[in-house]
């Protein structure tokens, strides 16, 4: 018995190819180490000490951003094919992501307005304003914005390209209507949409999952409006009333900006309750 076990066990090692025993893939190969930690370079020289940090910080935003376009499409694609139960799902995962955007802030908090004054000149004109990924994702959201494009002249077509198609194709709000509407409720009229909405939230022996995913989309928004509020007070502390080195006003059109809502019947709902 022992020897047909120590055969089977022989076989199957024969067939696997990890990277110690085939020598095919390694941890530093399959995630690209030797490129992505190439990606690092400061442009103040000498580099200012805590640039390395600014850089890193937002690099890795870019990857969560790409990372919650990859979520979000996946959660407006299981609304659009009636399957509450995984976007809302989905969305719990998106949620996580956020958390953890609200919370590198307190990492660029550690930088001191005059460590960081050391290198701002050399980031003009580039700003996070630019963020395409983020305008993305607020775009799916349902915070579309066409005048962002005429804003910002120095997108690349590429870029353009991408931001056009966000414009065109639906949000997440489009396909949580088209999921209210495959259960038979109105959505022709924002008091339409009002009523089924109550519909929903009073009948969630029913409409538990759907009553469920809306409160996903509202925490969604919810932690776009964290991570824009701790973003702001982040600016304030490190440059005051400064211009952005973008060119836009800085902290106050941050703090403009705080009023947007992916959502609002869904907040507005809370007054019909």
Known sequence: MVGLVTSAASRASEGRSFGEEGARLTYGSYLRLPELL????????????????FITIHQVYELWFQQLLHELEAVRAAMFDGRAWQARALLSRVHSIERVLVGQVEVLETMTPQDFLAFRSRLAPASGFQSVQFREVEFLSGA?????????????DAERARLERRLTEPTLWDAFLHLLRGRGLATDSDQAITASLLTVARDRDTHGDAWDLAEALVEHDANAWLWRSRHVVMVERQIGTKSGTGGSSGGPYLRGRLPLRYYPLLWELRNHL
């Open 144 to 156: 579309k914005d066409r005048d962002f494009l005429a804003r910002f002249t120095a997108l690349t």
């Open 38 to 53: 190439d990606q690092q370079r400061p442009a103040s020289d000498p580099p200012a000490h805590d640039e390395l940090l």
